[in-house]
Nanobody, 120 residues
Framework: QVQLVESGGGLVQAGGSLRLTCAAS????????MGWYRQAPGKQRILVAT???????NYADSVKGRFIISRDNAKNVVYLQMNSLKPEDTAVYYC??????????????WGQGTQVTVSS
């Protein structure tokens, strides 16, 4: 089994910054793409940013120029640096990874989520 554990969420004022971290552990052979998604109350979970193993990135239009996704392949960690935060960024942020597990084969793993609240 592979576990994803997020950290770094919290309460911040508009214009502030937060850095989210997601660490993967368990029966990992390799991790392909990793990403961050978010879900606001009453809304669907949506993509925020993804990064391939080779560090190619993709961002939602709403966060381009403000958020930066990065990863450390040696540590199986993905980060999300969030700058110039807005109240509309308030959501539960989930980590996602395309994992190759030596026990389960290839599958999509999710973290438990971390709350980000931006006050106006």
């Amino acid at each position: 089994q592979v576990q994803l554990v997020e950290s770094g969420g919290g309460l911040v004022q508009a214009g502030g910054s937060l850095r989210l971290t997601c660490a993967a552990s368990g029966s990992i052979s390799s991790i392909n793409a990793m990403g961050w998604y978010r879900q606001a109350p009453g809304k669907q979970r949506i993509l925020v940013a993804t990064i391939t193993r080779g560090s190619s990135t993709n961002y939602a239009d709403s966060v381009k120029g403000r958020f930066i996704i990065s990863r450390d392949n040696a540590k199986n960690v993905v980060y999300l640096q969030m700058n110039s935060l807005k109240p509309e960024d308030t959501a539960v942020y989930y980590c996602n990874a395309d994992v190759l597990s030596y026990l389960r084969g290839r599958y999509n793993s999710w973290g438990q989520g971390t709350q980000v609240t931006v006050s106006s």
